[in-house]
């Protein structure tokens, strides 16, 4: 069989790393930037997407940028409600089942709105859209899986003034503390908010994710956040490797009992190893992934998001993938951004086929992966059902184009 577009579009996939505001169509930006007054430098989309949302950047920075229009307009709960509802439609309309939303409340926190009240708005977006798809007949008469989601809390590794109203004042009120130590607090207040959220309305909060600048801005920093997660099982992902060599790797999955990685693109790097006190560089690499591999740590792929933000890769036959293949680790791929990287699940996928080709057989693996290494909100018993069900389902698609 041959895997064709067709045929991805209609399997069941997942998007185990998705940010909202790296993801928002962009005809709404541009409305909400008109509703709110806020500035952008272009005002169609053929516009923001010369300027902003390109196909190719420079480096991460220039990558970045879009960020900051995109959180701009998501200061109200409504404009949350409307992101996270669209975000959910378009992944469905690709045949995505499954996905975890992730973003830093505390970007989104401001006067008028509590951290708690930020992931409540997107909740409501992704539960209204979830209900919608799961009334349909086929959903409801058992012949097709129906649509989960959980969303995923980003802690910022850090954070200067002018990111957000939140992280202003906390940086004012702590004007004589070393950063940090600022950084730190931080996250452990969003551990806290998110286990509230969780515990005490009953939403999705499914994992902890420590996002941003990873060079200078050591992961350890973070650490007790991270006990704090593991201690309200809250299930956690780390942003690792990805402008940074395996060390950082090993101290998420270490100090932050990282339950997956995003990225981890220099995984095999040896010759990005910086502490004098490993010696034999390769053999800590091989330690490194035989650890991975062996405690079943799914690293979540994001193809053209890496080889946007590390252009030096140039070609996709040469991103880290293939040797993660080779070593049969978890892997599963992911998005990263839809608009900031303009793809979709389908689009990552269709990539990875044709630069690695990639078998039917394998395809299935890494597919299903995504739905097995989860965060699946309910029982574990329900997530097998779940996983089953998906699982039936892509055989069935199989048989179709078979
Ligand atoms: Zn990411």
Not at 82 to 111: M, S, T, W
Not at 150 to 175: P, Q
Not at 274 to 283: G, M, N, R, T
Request: proline share 3%.
């Amino acid at each position: 069989m041959k895997i064709s577009r067709e045929f991805i579009e209609k399997i069941p996939k997942t998007d185990l790393h998705l940010h909202l505001d790296g993801s928002l169509r962009l005809s709404t930006l541009i409305e909400l930037a008109r509703e709110q007054k806020v500035t952008l430098p272009a005002y169609n989309e053929a516009g923001l997407r010369r300027l902003v949302f390109k196909s190719h950047y420079a480096d991460l920075p220039e990558y970045l940028q879009g960020f900051a229009y995109t959180t701009a307009v998501l200061q109200t709960p409504e404009a949350l409600e409307r992101v996270g509802y669209e975000l959910a439609l378009d992944n469905q309309a690709e045949g995505v089942r499954y996905i975890e939303v992730r973003f830093a409340p505390q970007l989104h926190q401001n006067a008028r709105m509590t951290s708690i009240d930020v992931m409540m708005a997107l909740n409501r977006g992704l539960a209204r859209a979830k209900d919608e798809f799961n009334a349909r007949p086929e959903v409801q008469g058992g012949d097709e899986p129906p649509f989960e989601y959980g969303i995923i809390a980003c802690a910022m590794r850090m954070f200067g003034k002018g990111a957000s109203a939140y992280f202003d004042s906390l940086l004012d009120v702590h004007a004589h503390s070393e950063r940090k130590w600022v950084f730190s607090l931080a996250s452990m207040e969003l551990v806290r908010a998110a286990v509230e959220a969780r515990d005490k309305f009953g939403l999705p909060i499914v994992g902890f994710d420590l996002a941003g600048a990873e060079a200078g801005y050591p992961a350890s920093d973070h650490a007790q956040a991270y006990a704090l997660a593991h201690k309200n099982f809250l299930k956690k992902t780390v942003h690792a490797g990805e402008a940074y060599g395996p060390e950082s790797i090993f101290q998420a999955i270490t100090d932050l009992h990282a339950d997956r990685l995003g990225h981890a693109v220099y995984l095999f790097d040896a010759n990005m190893i910086k502490s004098p006190e490993i010696k034999d560089k390769k053999a800590y690499v091989n330690s490194l992934v035989q650890f991975i591999a062996d405690r079943r740590i799914t690293i979540e792929v994001c193809l053209t998001s890496n080889l946007q933000t590390i252009p030096t890769i140039r070609d996709l036959s040469r991103h880290s993938f293939r040797h993660m293949r080779k070593a049969k680790l978890s892997a599963t791929f992911c998005t990263d951004n839809r608009t900031v990287s303009r793809t979709t699940v389908s689009d990552e996928i269709l990539k990875a086929v044709q630069a690695f080709h990639i078998t039917p057989h394998e395809l299935k693996n890494f597919v299903i992966y995504g739905f097995k290494r989860s965060f699946f909100h309910g029982t574990y018993i329900k997530k097998r059902e779940y996983v089953h069900q998906i699982i039936e389902y892509y055989e069935k698609i199989e048989k179709e184009f078979s």
